[in-house]
Structure formats: structure tokens, C-alpha cells
């Protein structure tokens, strides 16, 4: 079935250190992609999509690239700050016919020290 | 501003006892879900509703009703909780504009302890 496969952490990382989160997906058709981040104590807030092959997403300085030959959806971004600390979930909708859930990851918890 | 409102934000309750978690969206969304995270397992679908008077379940409905009379609302209920049920639940909706690539928007969360 249906499934993301993410790192789940917890990743710690000093201010200033280049991010990767590895996120790998199983679908049938084409899904959507996306990141969604939880910041502590709140709920789930997108930071970014891609809805087919090659799109690049970006926001707030992290970027995904849709990569359909090798189903993943790696976030990255340059330069974290403390406040990026959060939990990030790689998620998409089912690519065929049926219901709009997303199927989530496990959620990477990530931590930026100063 | 556009928002998911759940409440209560937290309760804890005993084995048994009926409860009710409201949500409501002022998006005018045909679309809405409800959601459980667990460590160590993310997010996992309970219901959704793709218009009023329309629902269907989720990946893991059991123990878990829910309801659609209007569009801005989308109860979920728990007839006879259980401990197995202490987690934390999310309600979102979408606009079906697009559908598959719409983002959903989340509720803050509601927190429950089943003892």
C-alpha cells in the first residue's frame, strides 16, 4: 500500500549547519507531495509542495525537489536557525481515484542548537 | 483569519465515558479529516468527510464515530473510550478547488487521556 519512509530522528544540528531530511514515498499515479511542520504545541502548518515530477517546492528558505524516478522528496536547506527546531512530516495524497487523506510519515524531530 | 478550531485543547476522561471533540472551520471547505499522531506511528487518518452528509473511514476507525450535518463542522465522537485511544488528534480541512493539490489546514490539536 501507500506509505513515506522518513528519518525520524531526533536530528541535531548546530545554527548555520546545512539540512537534509530524507523522505521516500510508495503511491500509485501521481501524487502530490508535501512538508508540513509542527512547531512545538501547535498543529500542522505546510511549509511547502510539489504536485509533479521536477517541481521544486520552497518556503522560509527550505527547498524539495519532486523526484519521481527515485520517489523521493528530500528536504533541504542551507542555513538552519534554532527557530527552524520542529517536527517535519513528509506527506502525499493517493495518486489514483478515492479518498484526499494524506498519508504522513513518522515525523522527524529536529533540533537546532545555538 | 482562516482557521481549524478544535476544543477541548485537552482532556483527560475515564474508560467509558462518552466525549465529544468539536471542530469547525470558517473556510466554507468541503473537505474535512480527522487525524491521530502517536510516537513512533505520525499521523494516521480516523474519518473523513468530503461534503456535508458524506463520510467515510480512515485507516484506523474503530472505536471512533463522526458526523457531517453542516459544512463548517465536523465532530468527532468516542462512544465508549478507551485507554488505547489517548493520543492526539488533529482536524483538518481542504477546499476541493484542486483537490489532490490543495494543502490541508490543521486545528491545533486536542490532547486526550483516556484512564
Known amino acids: 500500500g501507500d506509505s513515506v519512509t522518513q528519518m525520524e530522528g531526533p536530528v541535531t544540528l548546530s545554527e548555520e549547519a546545512f539540512l537534509t531530511i530524507n523522505c521516500t514515498y510508495t503511491a500509485t499515479g501521481y501524487p502530490s507531495l508535501f512538508w508540513y511542520v509542527q512547531y512545538p504545541g501547535e498543529g500542522l502548518q505546510l511549509l511547502l509542495k510539489a504536485t509533479k515530477a521536477d517541481d521544486k517546492g520552497s518556503n522560509k528558505g527550505f527547498e524539495a525537489t519532486y523526484r519521481k524516478e527515485t520517489t523521493s522528496f528530500h528536504l533541504e536547506k542551507g542555513s538552519v536557525q534554532v527557530s527552524d527546531s520542529a517536527v517535519y512530516f513528509c506527506?502525499?495524497?493517493?495518486?489514483?481515484?478515492?479518498?484526499?487523506?494524506?498519508?504522513f510519515g513518522k515525523g522527524t524531530h529536529l533540533i537546532i542548537q545555538p | 483569519e482562516a482557521q481549524v478550531t478544535q476544543n477541548p485543547r485537552y482532556l483527560i476522561t475515564v474508560t467509558g465515558k462518552k466525549l465529544t471533540v468539536t471542530c469547525s472551520q470558517n473556510?466554507?471547505?468541503?473537505?474535512m479529516s480527522w487525524y491521530r499522531q502517536d510516537p513512533g506511528l505520525g499521523l494516521r487518518q480516523i474519518y473523513y468527510?468530503?461534503?456535508?452528509?458524506?463520510?467515510d473511514k480512515g485507516d484506523v476507525p474503530e472505536g471512533y464515530k463522526v458526523s457531517r450535518k453542516e459544512k463548517r463542522n465536523f465532530p468527532l465522537i468516542l462512544e465508549s473510550p478507551s485507554p488505547n485511544q489517548t493520543s492526539l488528534y488533529f482536524c483538518a480541512s481542504m477546499g476541493q478547488g484542486a483537490r489532490r493539490n490543495q494543502p490541508q489546514h490543521f486545528g491545533d490539536g486536542t490532547r486526550l487521556s483516556i484512564l
Open positions: 506527506a502525499h495524497t493517493q495518486g489514483g481515484g478515492g479518498a484526499d487523506g494524506l498519508t
Open positions: 473556510m466554507n471547505h468541503e473537505y
Open positions: 468527510s468530503m461534503n456535508v452528509e458524506v463520510t
